[in-house]
């Protein structure tokens, strides 16, 4: 069984910025690729940041300039460096792992529960 745990949220000022981790914990053998969602009240899940275990990485367009992602992938862990956050930033943020294969079994996508994330003055 895979397990994503995301830690890191809070609640920050405009401009301010928040570091989110999140683990993948289990027998795992290897990721294809994990990324950050988020979710706005009222609004669809969006894609945030997303990175390969080669490195290569893609970010959503109102995030680029401003938030990193990174990986470890001996660790199974990867970041999101959140910089000049924006009201508008304020969402759940959550993790998921992409082709996750734990011995035999392959799992297509696993989804952490998520962290808060609140911007506001």
């Known amino acids: 069984q895979v397990q994503l745990v995301e830690s890191g949220g809070g609640l920050v000022q405009p401009g301010g910025s928040l570091r989110l981790s999140c683990a993948a914990s289990g027998s795992i053998t290897s990721i294809n690729a994990m990324g950050w969602h988020r979710q706005a009240p009222g609004k669809q899940r969006e894609l945030v940041a997303g990175?390969?275990?080669?490195?290569?990485?893609v970010y959503g367009d109102s995030v680029k300039g401003r938030f990193t992602i990174s990986g470890d992938n001996a660790k199974n862990t990867i970041y999101l460096q959140m910089n000049s956050l924006k009201l508008e930033d304020t969402a759940v943020y959550y993790c998921?792992?992409?082709?996750?294969?734990?011995?035999?079994?392959?799992?297509?996508?696993?989804w952490g529960q998520g962290t808060l994330v609140t911007v506001s003055s």
């Open positions: 990175i390969t275990s080669g490195g290569s990485t």
């Open positions: 998921n792992a992409v082709r996750v294969v734990v011995g035999s079994v392959s799992y297509d996508e696993v």
